[in-house]
C-alpha cells in the first residue's frame, strides 16, 4: 500500500462532485467547497440517490486515477448518526479526510 496525502483526495472527491454537478437538476448542485454540508441533520444537500451517486463515482475515480480499490460505505457505517461528529459525510471537507484515511 502506498499511502494518499489529501491534495489527491480533494481532487478525487472533487471530480466526482463535478460528474455529480454535470447531472444534478438545475438548483441541485453540490458546491465546492470544504465547509460544503453532504449528509447532516442541519443542511443535508443531496438526497439518498445522489448521495450514492457521488460515493460510487468517488470510488471510481479512486479506481481510475490511482488505481485503488476503495469501499467508502461499508457495514461499519450502517448505523451512522448524522449527527456525530465523526460522520464521514458531515461536508466535502470530512468526506476528504476520510478518504485519505482510507487509502492510508
Avoid at 50 to 57: E, H, K, M, S
Wanted: glycine share 4%; net charge negative; proline share 6%.
Amino acid at each position: 500500500m502506498f499511502a494518499v496525502d489529501s491534495a489527491e483526495a480533494r481532487r478525487a472527491v472533487y471530480e466526482a462532485v463535478e460528474a455529480f454537478n454535470a447531472q444534478a437538476d438545475p438548483g441541485k448542485a453540490i458546491v465546492p467547497d470544504d465547509d460544503t454540508p453532504l449528509l447532516n441533520p442541519e443542511g443535508q444537500v443531496i438526497d439518498s440517490l445522489g448521495f450514492a451517486f457521488l460515493i460510487v463515482t468517488i470510488e471510481q475515480v479512486v479506481l481510475d486515477s490511482m488505481n485503488r480499490e476503495v469501499v467508502l460505505f461499508d457495514d461499519s457505517l450502517m448505523d451512522l448518526d448524522l449527527g456525530s461528529p465523526d460522520n464521514p459525510f458531515l461536508s466535502l471537507g470530512s468526506l476528504v479526510s476520510y478518504l485519505s484515511k482510507k487509502l492510508t
